[in-house]
Nanobody, 123 residues
Framework: QVQLVESGGGLVQAGASLRLSCVVS????????MGWFRQAPGKVREYVAS????????HYSDSVKGRSTMSRDNSKNTAYLYMNFLRPDDTALYYC????????????????WGPGTQVTVSS
């Protein structure tokens, strides 16, 4: 059984930085494409970033491009999302997801999901 657990969220002020982590257990982490999504209250879940299994390709949504870096450590079964210059509109529940195939920005292309970690940015 594949399990994903996110951590690193919290309450921060605008302009601050956070590093989110996602630990994967029970599967073959090094073969998965990993992604980050977020969902604000009353809004649909939106794509944030993804990274290929071999770290050779990363992709970001326009909303976080230039302010975020996604990385992974296959030796630790962990994916990361570093976000800086946080804004109030970054406030959301952030989800980590894993895909067994080449994933896109669509939620349906991911097979496994974590429960999420809350990020709240105050102005």
């Amino acid at each position: 059984q594949v399990q994903l657990v996110e951590s690193g969220g919290g309450l921060v002020q605008a302009g601050a930085s956070l590093r989110l982590s996602c630990v994967v257990s029970g599967g073959n982490f090094s073969t998965y494409t990993m992604g980050w999504f977020r969902q604000a209250p009353g809004k649909v879940r939106e794509y944030v970033a993804s990274i290929s299994w071999n770290k050779g390709y990363t992709h970001y949504s326009d909303s976080v491009k230039g302010r975020s870096t996604m990385s992974r450590d296959n030796s630790k079964n962990t994916a990361y999302l570093y976000m800086n210059f946080l804004r109030p509109d970054d406030t959301a529940l952030y989800y980590c997801a894993a895909s067994r195939v080449v994933a896109s920005s669509n939620t349906w292309s991911y097979d496994y999901w974590g429960p999420g970690t809350q990020v709240t940015v105050s102005s």
